[in-house]
Every structure is written in structure tokens, then in C-alpha cells.
């Protein structure tokens, strides 16, 4: 069996992406065409399917990490901000649409909540599950 690590990130992101886009793990809000991910963000993202993205990506970041809270994501997220003709300052990205993702999955029953030592969320045995399934029908394909 082939871990989360040996896999590659891109490809593991767009199929995560799929499956979650397909089988209503999580579901865009009508608000997240109008939002900015950011601060340091000028417009919304162009993608229409960005939000399936994301909460692959946060899925992830949670099942690599260990316990991870919205604050370490928000940081791993952000990006820099144009200041003009000042030097470029890190900005952290939004929260709201972080927390919306981790609430999604958690009522997936894919995350929760950790009991012990960091806060955050921890993956459950039914996201290693899924988790396992897409990684065995990547390598499947290829």
C-alpha cells in the first residue's frame, strides 16, 4: 500500500477534488462565488470548482499534519500582499471559508475534533478509509 506521502501532491489534490465534488462530502455556498480567498487576494478565484479544491487540499494538509486548527491553515494558505512601491508584506488567508470546510467534513464524519495534546481537527478511520480508496484507484491507474 502506497502512503499519503509517496503519492503526488497535484494529482492526489484533482482527485480528492473529484470524488468530494461528486459523492456531496462538501457542497460550495451560494456566498463563495463573491468572496476573495485573502487579503493579499484582488479578485475571487476564476475556477468554478475552486471550492472542491480547497477542501482536498485542507483534507490533506489535515491527514499529513496531525492535529491542524484554522490558524495553521490560515497561515499555510495566505500569500503576500502588494503594498504599492512598499516592500510586499505575508498575509494570512480567510478564515471563514476554512472553518466552512472543516465543518463540512466534520459533518462528513471524515474529521474531528482532537481530544488530547494540539488542537485541531484529526482524520477519523472512515477519512482514512476514503483517503486509502483514492490513493488505490490512483495507483491503479497508472
Known amino acids: ?13 484533482d482527485e ?17 462565488i463573491f468572496v476573495k480567498t485573502g487579503v493579499s487576494r484582488e479578485r475571487p ?9 480547497r477542501s482536498a487540499s485542507i483534507f490533506r494538509r489535515i491527514c499529513l499534519d496531525g492535529p491542524v486548527g484554522t490558524e495553521r491553515l490560515r ?10 512601491v512598499a516592500p510586499h508584506r505575508s498575509k494570512k488567508a480567510g478564515g471563514k471559508i476554512i472553518r ?14 482532537a481530544e488530547t495534546g494540539r488542537k485541531g481537527r484529526v482524520m477519523t ?4 478509509k476514503f483517503m486509502n480508496s483514492i490513493i488505490k484507484n490512483m495507483v491503479k491507474g497508472q
Not at 500500500?1 to 489534490?13: H, Q, R
Not at 480528492?16 to 463563495?32: C, D, F, H, V, Y
Not at 494558505?77 to 504599492?84: E, L, N, T
Not at 478511520?125 to 482514512?128: L, M, V
Open 100 to 113: 466552512s470546510i472543516l465543518q463540512q467534513l466534520e459533518n462528513a464524519g471524515m474529521i474531528k475534533k
Open 1 to 13: 500500500m502506497i502512503s499519503i506521502k509517496e503519492t503526488e501532491p497535484k494529482k492526489l489534490v
Open 16 to 32: 480528492l477534488a473529484k470524488e468530494m465534488a461528486s459523492g456531496k462530502i462538501t457542497e460550495m455556498p451560494g456566498w463563495a
Open 45 to 53: 478565484p476564476e475556477d468554478p470548482g475552486w471550492w472542491y479544491q
Open 75 to 84: 497561515t499555510y494558505y495566505g500569500g503576500r500582499k502588494s503594498c504599492g
Open 125 to 128: 478511520a472512515k477519512g482514512q
